[in-house]
C-alpha cells in the first residue's frame, strides 16, 4: 500500500532505485529505448576535482571521509551496517557511480563453467543462463566503460577486441610477475576499466597516480557517474539525488506502484512508477525489500521464498605480500591493476576443495600507508620503526586471492531489530561464516601465493589469512533461477512475486565465481534492461 | 581549524613523550614528540568520525593509568605504552594510526626517506609504456579454460 503523506509525483515509466554499477548501465539502456526513467539515488554527484588525491591530507582522506567502509565514513548519505556477527567488513560507496566511485576498476569475466557449477562440480546451483548469452552484454558494457586489456589470455575465452592495450605492467609488476613464469604459472595483464589512453567523453588516460581508490581526478577510471550517466541524462531519464528510498509500494494486488522516499530536505514523497528497478547493491537491495513488507507481501517483497537476504556471498581475500630488497616506486600506477593469475581457477578434486582462485596482483602506497600496515601489519614503533619503513616503502608487493565463496543459506543480510539510518529506518545487519571449502581454497593459494613470491625473490613473506575489511562484492542475496521455489528473480531479473519488479545488481548472482563481479553484473543489468524494452507492452500503469 | 574542545582535553606534553618514543630520532630528524606535530595531530583527529572520540579517549585512558609517563626513564616508558597497547589494541591502534599519518606529512620526514612529498595528483607519475614482449611465454600455452 502506498502510504504517502505527499502527493504523488508525475508516474514514471520505471523507476531504478540507486545509481551505481548497475542503475546507471540499466537507466541509460532504458532511457535510450525511449523509455520515461526516474532514479533516486541516496547519496550525490562527485567533482573529480574535488577528490582527496589531490590533497595535502590525502592519506589521512583515505582512511576517514573516502574510506571503503561506510561504518568509518559516516557520510549523512551513508547507512551503517551492523557487522558484528561477519569476519569481512562490507564496503561501498553511495553516490551518483555507487561503489565504482572507489573501485578498482578490476575487470574480469566469469568463465562459462561459472555458470555451471552444479553440473560440473556437483555444488551449489547452476545459473538459469549460459556465459554465451551474456557475452554480447559484456561486450557493449566494455564499450560504454572502456576496457583496458589484451585478447589471447589462456586462461579465458576470446573475446572481443579490448578498447585500449593494457596499463604498463611497470618494474614492480615485471618483478611480481617474474615468479609466475618461473614456475610456469599462468599470468595475464589485467582487463581494466581504466584508460590507457584517451576514451571515452572527456576522458583522459590514466597518469599512474596509484589513488584512483578515493576517485579518480583523471577521469580515467571509468565509474558510472562518467559513462553511463551523461547518456542517460541526454536521452532524457532523470536522478533525484539526496533521495532515500523507504520502501517500495504496492497495489491491493501485490504489484509495484513506486517508492516511499526522503528527500533531500528531510520531506517524505512518494515517486510512483509502472515497474521498478532495484539496483542498491546485495546489501542495499535485500535491506529494502526486507523494509517493503506489506499486507500483501508480509515477509518483504518479493520474498515468498523467504530467500531475500540469504546466500549472502563476498569473495573473501586473503592477501600475501612479499618485500623486495629492490626499490620499484610501487606507488606509481593503479593498486591492483597489473595483471592476475587464473593457474588455478578450475576446480582440481585433487586439491581437496571444489571450484577456484584467483591472484589479483597488488602495489603498494605511499610512507603513511606502509607505516600504517596497508595490505600487512603496521611497521612497529620504537627502534627499529625506521629501518623497517625504509625497508617497505616502494619495495611491498602482494597477492590478493579471489576465492570462489560457494552460496549458503545461514549468510544472511537481514533487518537489525535496533538499528537504523539517519532517517529511522532500519539498517541491515549480516550474519557470514567462511565456509570450509572457502577457508581450505583460501589457505592453498596462500601457500602457492608464498612460492610465487619467493620465486620472484621477495623476503619477508607476510600472510593475512582473510582480510576484514575486504566485501566490496556484495552477491546473492536476491537469487535468480528458473524455479520460483527456490529463487526470488528468473533469468531475466524479474521478480516470481511481482512482475513489474526486476533486480540488475549483484543480489541476483546464483554463484560468485573467483573473479570481481562488476562487468557481470553490469552485462546483467544491460541484459534486464533490454528484456524489459522487448517487453514494453507488458508494463501495464 | 583546530578543535578547541578535544585541543583542551589532550595532555600533548604526555602526547609528545608518548610521540618521543614510538618514533624516536634519526639522522637530523629529531623524534616525532619533538617535531612540534602534536597540535596537528590534535586537529587532525577531530577533523572526521574514526579518530574522533577514540584518539581523546585513547589519551585520557592513557593518561590516566600512566599519570607519571613523562618522569619515567624510557625503558619504563616503553613498557606503560606496551603494556597500553596489549590491553587497549583499540584505542592504541588509533594513537598510533593518527601519528603515523602526521609524521609522515612532514616535509623534513620527506627529506630523509627521499619522498617528494607531492600529492598524487594533478601530476601523477610517468610509468613505460606497455611492452608486449613481456607476453612471449603465456602467448604458447594452450588454452586451458574448462569446456562445457
Ligand atoms: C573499494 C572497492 C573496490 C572495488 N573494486 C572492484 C574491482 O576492482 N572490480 C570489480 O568488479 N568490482 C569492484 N568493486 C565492487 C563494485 O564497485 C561493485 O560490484 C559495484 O559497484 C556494484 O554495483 P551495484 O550497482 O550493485 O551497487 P553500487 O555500485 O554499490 O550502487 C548502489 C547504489 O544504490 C544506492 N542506494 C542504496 N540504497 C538506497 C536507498 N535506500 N535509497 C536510494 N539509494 C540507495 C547507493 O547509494 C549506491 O549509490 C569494488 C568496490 C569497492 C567499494
Known sequence: ?541 | MINETSRMNINEDLLAAILDRLIPAVDDVPSAGKMGITAEIVRLSGQQARFQGIFTKAMQTFESANSEFVLLDVESQDDAIRNFESKEPGLFNSLLTISYIVYYKDTRVHKRIGWSGRTPQPEGNTMEPWDDSILETQRKREPFWRKI
Open chain 1, 1 to 541: 500500500m502506498t502510504t504517502s503523506n505527499e502527493a504523488s509525483q508525475q508516474t514514471v515509466d520505471i523507476l531504478v532505485i540507486g545509481a551505481g554499477a548497475s542503475g546507471g548501465a540499466a537507466t541509460a539502456w532504458l532511457a535510450e529505448a525511449g523509455f520515461n526513467v526516474k532514479c533516486l539515488e541516496q547519496g550525490y554527484w562527485q567533482d573529480p576535482a574535488k577528490y582527496a588525491s589531490a590533497s595535502d591530507d590525502y592519506e589521512f582522506e583515505m582512511l576517514t571521509n573516502w574510506a571503503p567502509d561506510p561504518n568509518v565514513r559516516q557520510r549523512d548519505e551513508d547507512y551503517p551496517v551492523n557487522d558484528s556477527n561477519s569476519p569481512v567488513t562490507p564496503v561501498m560507496f553511495n553516490g551518483v557511480g555507487g561503489s565504482t566511485i572507489l573501485w578498482t576498476a578490476h575487470t574480469p569475466r566469469f568463465h562459462p563453467s561459472d555458470f555451471r557449477v552444479k553440473t560440473l562440480d556437483g555444488v551449489a546451483d547452476d545459473w538459469p543462463i549460459s556465459y554465451e548469452e551474456l557475452e554480447e552484454f559484456y561486450d557493449l558494457n566494455d564499450e560504454v566503460m572502456g576496457c583496458s586489456g589484451i585478447n589471447g589470455d589462456p586462461a579465458n575465452p576470446p573475446r572481443s577486441p579490448r578498447q585500449m592495450p593494457p596499463l604498463p605492467i611497470g618494474k614492480d609488476g615485471k618483478k611480481l610477475i617474474s615468479g609466475f613464469e618461473k614456475l610456469g604459472w599462468h599470468w595475464w595483464p589485467s582487463d581494466s576499466y581504466i584508460n590507457s589512453q584517451r576514451y571515452g567523453e572527456g576522458r583522459d588516460a590514466c597518469n599512474f597516480c596509484g589513488h584512483n581508490h578515493m576517485g579518480c581526478f583523471q577521469r580515467a577510471k571509468s565509474s558510472t557517474d562518467i559513462t553511463y550517466w551523461p547518456r542517460a541524462l541526454r536521452s532524457g531519464a532523470t536522478i533525484e539525488t539526496g533521495a532515500r528510498v523507504r520502501r517500495i509500494t504496492t497495489d491491493n494486488s501485490g504489484r509495484a506502484t513506486g517508492a516511499d522516499y526522503i528527500d533531500s530536505k528531510g520531506n517524505e514523497k512518494h515517486q510512483s512508477a509502472r515497474a521498478v528497478i532495484m539496483a542498491a547493491n546485495g546489501i542495499g537491495t535485500p535491506r529494502l525489500l526486507l523494509n517493503s513488507a506489506s499486507d500483501s507481501h508480509p515477509a518483504g517483497l518479493s520474498n515468498s521464498t523467504g530467500l531475500v537476504g540469504k546466500n549472502l556471498m563476498f569473495h573473501p581475500f586473503a592477501m600475501i605480500s612479499g618485500t623486495f630488497p629492490e626499490k620499484m616506486d610501487t606507488w606509481q600506477g593503479p593498486l591492483g591493476n597489473i595483471g592476475l593469475s587464473q593457474e588455478f581457477y578450475e576446480t582440481d578434486k585433487s586439491r581437496g576443495f571444489v571450484r577456484g582462485y584467483t591472484y589479483q596482483f597488488q602495489r603498494s602506497l605511499g610512507p603513511a600507508w606502509i607505516a600504517n600496515g596497508g595490505f600487512r601489519d603496521p611497521v612497529p614503533w620504537g627502534e627499529g620503526h625506521h629501518v623497517e619503513l625504509e625497508k617497505r616503502l616502494g619495495s611491498v608487493m602482494a597477492m590478493a586471492v579471489i576465492g570462489e565463496d560457494l552460496p549458503e543459506e545461514h549468510n544472511t543480510v537481514d533487518l537489525d531489530p535496533e538499528l537504523t539510518d539517519s532517517d529511522g529506518i532500519p539498517a541491515p545487519r549480516l550474519n557470514y561464516t567462511l565456509s570450509k571449502n572457502s577457508r581450505d581454497q583460501l589457505d592453498h593459494a596462500i601457500g602457492n601465493a608464498k612460492k610465487a613470491l619467493e620465486a620472484a625473490g621477495a623476503e619477508d613473506i607476510f600472510v593475512d589469512p582473510m582480510m576484514r575489511q575486504s566485501g566490496w562484492h556484495l552477491m546473492g542475496t536476491a537469487r535468480m533461477g528458473n524455479d520460483p521455489d527456490k529463487s526470488v528473480v528468473d533469468k531475466w531479473g524479474q521478480s516470481h512475486d511481482v512482475d513489474n519488479l526486476f533486480i540488475v545488481d549483484g543480489s541476483v548472482f546464483v554463484t560468485g565465481a573467483a573473479v570481481n563481479p562488476t562487468p557481470t553484473i553490469q552485462a546483467l543489468a544491460l541484459r534486464t534492461a533490454d528484456y524489459i524494452v522487448e517487453h514494453r507492452q507488458d508494463l501495464k500503469g
